[in-house]
C-alpha cells in the first residue's frame, strides 16, 4: 500500500510569506526587547550579527531543501548526509525548539492582547495564550491551503503596523538618536551579554526553516525553496533593523528592554511614547495577528517534522497518520500539546532561552548536512555552511546556564528514540 503524500501547493510568494509569517512576529515584537534587556544598545549589532549567521544557514537550508523536497527539513537531511542518531538528534531539537518558540508566541499574544485591554497580565496571560493556540491548531488542521491564506492575512496586516510605527516614529527617533544611541554606544561593553543577546536574534530570524521543513507541499522546490529563503531573510533583517532603530531611538534600550519585562509587550509602549492617534491600537492589533501568525507556521513545520520521525519509526508510528484532506492530525494535535505544556511555565525569557540553544543546535546540524553536498549537487559555495556551522557552535554556549539542560535533553531524546525503537520491534515480532 502507498504511503499518503502531502499536497504540493506552495509557491514562491506563498512560501515566502510563511517564512516572513513566522520570523515577523515573536522575533521583532518580543525579542528585540529581550536583546535590548540583555544587551542595551549594543542589540542593533547584534541584530545585524544575526542575520549574517541567518543568511549563512539560510543558504545552507535552501540548498539541502532543493536536493531533497521532503517534510521534515534537518531531521531528513540528518538521515541522510549524516547518520540515523545525528538526524533524529536534530529532530528532535527542531520539537524542543520550535515547541518553545511556539509558547513564547502564545505568551506574546497574550502579552499585548492584555495591555491592548488593560487587563492584568499575571492572571490573564496563560488563560489567552491558551486560547489562541486552541484556535490556530483548529485553522491548521483545516489544511495548508487554508493555513496558507490565513497567513498571508496575518502578514499584511502585521507589515503594515510595523511600518506605520516606523514611519511615525521617525521625528522621535531622530531626536532621541544621540541621546539613545550614540551615547549609550559609550556605555559599558560586556561581549558576554552582547554575545547571548546575538544567539537571542538568531533565533528570531529562523523562521525561515519553515519554508524548508514544508518541502513536500511546495511546487518545483529546487528553485522556489532558495528564492524564497532569501527574499525572507533580506526583507526580515531591513524590517528588523528600522523597528530595532525606532524603539531605541524613541525610548532608550533600557526603558525598552523593561517594557519587556514587565509586560511582554514592548513595542506597544514605543507606540504609545509616540502619541500619535491610532498608531498603539493598530500596533497591538499588528502584534497579535504576527504572534498567531507565528503559532501557525509553527504548528505547521512542527507537525511535518514529527510526522517525518513517525515515518521512520523514531517516534510512534500513530503520529505519521494524514487525513484524507491531505492534514496530518495526530502530529498537530500532539505538538499542540507540547506547546501548551511549555505556555503554563508563562515566562518568555525562560521559553526564548530554552529555544536559543536548541535551535542553535539544530542548524550546527544542518550545516554540517550542506558541507556533505556533491560539488555537483550544490546551488551555493561551500564556505557559507562552514561559517554557519561554526557560529553555530560558538554562540550556543552563551545562552545562559540553558546550554546545560539542553545538553541533557539531548541524552533524553536519545533513550526515547531507542524505547521507541524497541517498542515498534517487539510489536512487529
Request: hydrophobic residues 55%.
Amino acid at each position: 500500500m502507498q504511503e499518503k503524500q502531502l499536497r504540493r501547493e506552495i509557491g514562491v510568494f506563498g512560501a515566502t510569506m510563511m517564512g516572513l509569517g513566522s520570523i515577523v512576529g515573536t522575533g521583532v515584537f518580543v525579542s528585540i526587547g529581550l536583546g535590548a534587556q540583555t544587551t542595551g544598545v549594543s542589540v542593533l549589532l547584534a541584530i545585524f550579527l544575526a542575520s549574517l549567521v541567518a543568511i549563512c544557514n539560510g543558504l545552507s537550508s535552501a540548498q539541502l531543501a532543493a536536493n531533497h523536497p521532503v517534510s521534515g527539513g534537518t531531521y531528513e537531511y540528518g538521515y541522510r548526509w549524516l547518520s540515523p542518531n545525528l538526524g533524529f538528534v536534530a529532530g528532535w531539537m527542531f520539537l524542543c525548539a520550535k515547541s518553545a518558540s511556539a509558547a513564547t508566541a502564545a505568551l506574546g499574544f497574550a502579552g499585548y492582547l492584555t495591555t491592548m485591554l488593560d487587563l492584568p497580565v499575571e492572571t490573564w496571560k496563560i488563560p489567552l495564550a491558551t486560547g489562541v493556540l486552541v484556535v490556530v491548531t483548529v485553522v491548521v488542521l483545516m489544511g495548508i491551503s487554508r493555513a496558507n491564506w490565513a497567513n498571508i492575512v496575518i502578514v499584511t496586516v502585521t507589515l503594515i503596523s510595523l511600518l506605520t510605527l516606523v514611519v511615525a516614529g521617525l521625528p522621535s527617533t531622530v531626536r532621541g538618536f544621540e541621546a539613545n544611541v550614540l551615547n549609550a554606544v559609550r556605555a559599558e561593553f560586556s561581549w558576554a551579554r552582547f554575545l547571548q543577546a546575538t544567539a537571542l536574534m538568531f533565533v528570531a530570524y529562523t523562521g525561515y526553516g519553515r519554508i524548508a521543513t514544508l518541502g513536500e507541499e511546495v511546487r518545483d522546490p529546487r528553485h522556489t525553496i532558495p528564492k524564497a529563503v532569501i527574499v525572507t531573510l533580506l526583507a526580515s533583517m531591513l524590517l528588523y533593523l528600522l523597528v530595532a532603530v525606532t524603539a531605541v531611538g524613541t525610548l532608550g534600550a533600557e526603558e525598552f528592554g523593561a517594557a519587556t519585562q514587565q509586560r511582554m509587550a514592548p513595542l506597544e509602549e514605543v507606540a504609545a511614547a509616540l502619541s500619535v492617534p491610532g498608531v498603539a491600537t493598530l500596533l497591538s492589533i499588528g502584534a497579535m495577528t504576527a504572534m498567531a501568525g507565528v503559532l501557525l507556521n509553527l504548528l505547521l513545520g512542527l507537525s511535518r517534522v514529527l510526522l517525518a520521525m513517525g515515518r521512520r519509526r523514531d517516534m510512534p508510528v500513530g503520529v505519521a497518520v494524514i487525513s484524507g484532506q491531505g492534514v496530518p492530525v495526530v502530529a498537530t494535535l500532539v505538538v499542540a500539546g507540547i506547546v501548551a505544556a511549555f505556555v503554563l511555565t508563562g515566562s518568555v525569557k525562560t521559553t526564548w532561552s530554552f529555544s536559543a540553544f536548541t535551535v542553535l543546535v539544530y542548524y550546527a546540524l544542518t550545516n554540517a548536512c550542506a558541507i556533505r553536498i556533491a560539488p555537483a549537487e550544490r546551488l551555493f559555495p561551500i564556505w557559507p555552511a562552514y561559517v554557519g556551522l561554526a557560529a553555530c557552535l560558538f554562540l550556543a554556549f552563551w545562552v545562559e546556564p540553558i546550554w546545560s539542560i539542553g545538553l541533557g535533553l539531548i541524552a533524553i531524546g536519545l533513550l526515547l528514540r531507542l524505547d521507541v525503537s524497541r517498542w515498534t520491534n517487539d510489536k512487529a515480532k
